[in-house]
Structure formats: structure tokens, C-alpha cells
């Protein structure tokens, strides 16, 4: 199995817009690892989950000329604004040139329903033929080859949020990169080479719970959990990303972080992770 991290920001990318303090001067300097655009994985040969704004400018630095396949965990902007994506793999020119055959989009009806109430263009680029909306159910499997790609519901009461787990040729790998506070965690997320999961925000968690000290704490775990998820679904590897640029989790701050965690790794833009 083949992947790489397109990108590995948080809602708010780094180096984080309007801000001119030292952590973000340095991401615009020095670039990856600094510099992150919002989360998005590529599963090779042809997969891509989740469109963020930049998605296209990093596919092309990556190398990455063909998509055939996108999955969506969910619907937020940060996950789905790069959508114009479509748009330029669709149109092949001008003047008279065919139009590509569209994209395969995979989305279960729950989600459909914030697509089509939050982000109209999926259904334009849908009727201009850019892609194709097949609908997907939960814990239904998707095979691609000889891959297998399971959307995995968190089931929250409150919002639609979905994870991916991901075989091929006896590996396994959950990519979970946004939201997964009260996901409900069942055997999908055991037995798993690589758990690629949302950067917990630091601090600590009790007090910073109680006070609300900010207001999308509630929908995200924190640093304290992601250890707490690492001891008890026991990943052979866990790959932290949707690095916060909000907080200015900074790379270096990550890597002091977790550096007494040998199965932690931080996600960047363009890692690769074959296995
Ligand atoms: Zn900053
Ligand atoms: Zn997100």
C-alpha cells in the first residue's frame, strides 16, 4: 500500500492567514515541513480523500497528474473548498475537446444532505459531467482493485463524520483526520498497522473541557487522548495530522511533544508512508 499525505494542516493552514508572528514567518520561509495546506490523503494509484483549497497546487508539486476516485469525511470547508479540483481535471481544454470522463465522488446519503444544504457546487459539477456521485453506505466496503476502502461512521449523535479504513494485501490503515471526539470506536479501528489520526490540541484537557476555552475543543480530541487512543487501539504506528495552524501547532511543538512516543509520527505535506 502506497500513500501520501497531500496535506496535514488543521482547519486553518500554516503559516496561518493574516498572522505575522514568528511560527508563521518561518512556515513561509522555510516550507514543508512548516508550511501545511489543510488535510487530504492520496492512497496510490488514483485515490484521493478530501479537496482542500490547495489541493491541486500540492498534486501538482507531488507529481500527481490522475484522480479517479475521491471519498469526503466530511463536509467542512476545510475538507471540501479545493472542489474546483474537479472543474480542471474534468475540462481537458477548450475550443471543441472532449471533457475526461468525470471523477467517481463516494458519499453516503447522510453526508449528501450537508453537501447539498452547505456546498451547491456538487451538484453543478455533477450535472456538467465533472464527476459522478456514487452513493456509499456505512461500514459498506468500496473495492478498487485490490484495494478495499470502508467508510467508517463515528456515529455521533450530534454531526456526520466519517473515517476511512483502508486494505490492501493484509494491511490496514484508518484514516480518521477531523472530528473523532465521541466516535465510536469499535473493530474497525483494532488491528491496525497505521492509525492516522487528528492532532489532539494541547493544553490541559480537563480545565481547558470545563472552560470551553475554545468553542471547536468539544468537537476534537485532545494531545492527552490521542495518547489515550494509542494506548488502548494499540496501532503499530500512528501518523497525527489536521496539525492545528489555529494554535500554532508548530512542527517543532509536535515534535517535543511526542518524542518519548516512538509509534507517533507528525504527518507533513508530501510524506510518504509505504507499507
Ligand atoms: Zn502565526
Ligand atoms: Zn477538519
Not at 38 to 63: A, G, K, W
Not at 166 to 187: T, W
Request: hydrophobic residues 35%; charged residues 30%; positive net charge.
Amino acid at each position: 500500500m502506497n500513500l501520501k499525505i497531500i496535506g496535514s494542516g488543521g482547519a486553518i493552514p500554516f503559516p496561518k492567514p493574516g498572522c505575522d508572528c514568528d511560527n508563521c514567518k518561518k512556515a513561509l520561509e522555510k516550507k514543508i515541513p512548516y508550511e501545511r495546506i489543510c488535510s487530504s490523503l492520496f492512497i496510490y494509484p488514483d485515490i484521493l480523500i478530501d479537496t482542500p483549497e490547495e489541493v491541486f497546487r500540492r498534486l501538482m508539486q507531488f507529481n500527481i497528474r490522475k484522480i479517479n476516485h475521491v471519498f469526503y469525511t466530511h463536509w467542512h470547508p476545510d475538507h471540501t473548498q479545493g472542489s474546483r479540483i474537479f472543474e480542471f481535471l474534468a475540462r481537458s481544454g477548450f475550443a471543441g475537446k472532449p471533457n475526461n470522463p468525470p471523477v467517481n465522488v463516494y458519499i453516503p446519503p447522510d453526508m449528501m444532505k450537508d453537501f447539498d444544504k452547505y456546498i451547491p457546487n456538487f451538484r453543478y459539477y455533477e450535472q456538467r459531467n465533472f464527476i459522478k456521485i456514487i452513493s456509499i453506505e456505512d461500514r459498506e466496503p468500496v473495492k478498487l482493485e485490490d484495494l478495499k476502502i470502508t467508510p467508517v461512521d463515528f456515529k455521533r449523535p450530534d454531526r456526520v463524520r466519517y473515517g476511512f479504513l483502508i486494505e490492501q494485501d493484509n494491511k490496514k490503515v484508518m484514516y480518521a483526520p477531523c472530528s473523532v471526539f465521541n466516535a465510536k470506536l469499535d473493530k474497525y479501528w483494532q488491528d491496525l498497522d497505521i492509525l492516522f489520526l487528528e492532532t489532539g490540541w494541547h493544553g490541559p484537557q480537563q480545565e481547558y473541557r470545563k472552560k470551553e476555552i475554545e468553542p471547536w475543543f468539544k468537537d476534537h480530541i485532545s494531545f492527552e487522548e490521542n495518547i489515550k487512543w494509542l494506548k488502548k487501539l494499540k496501532p503499530k504506528k500512528m501518523v497525527l495530522t489536521h496539525v492545528e495552524g489555529s494554535i500554532h501547532q508548530t512542527h517543532d511543538l509536535m515534535l517535543k511533544l511526542t518524542k518519548n512516543y516512538p509509534k507517533i509520527n507528525i504527518a507533513y505535506d508530501g510524506m510518504d508512508i509505504d507499507l
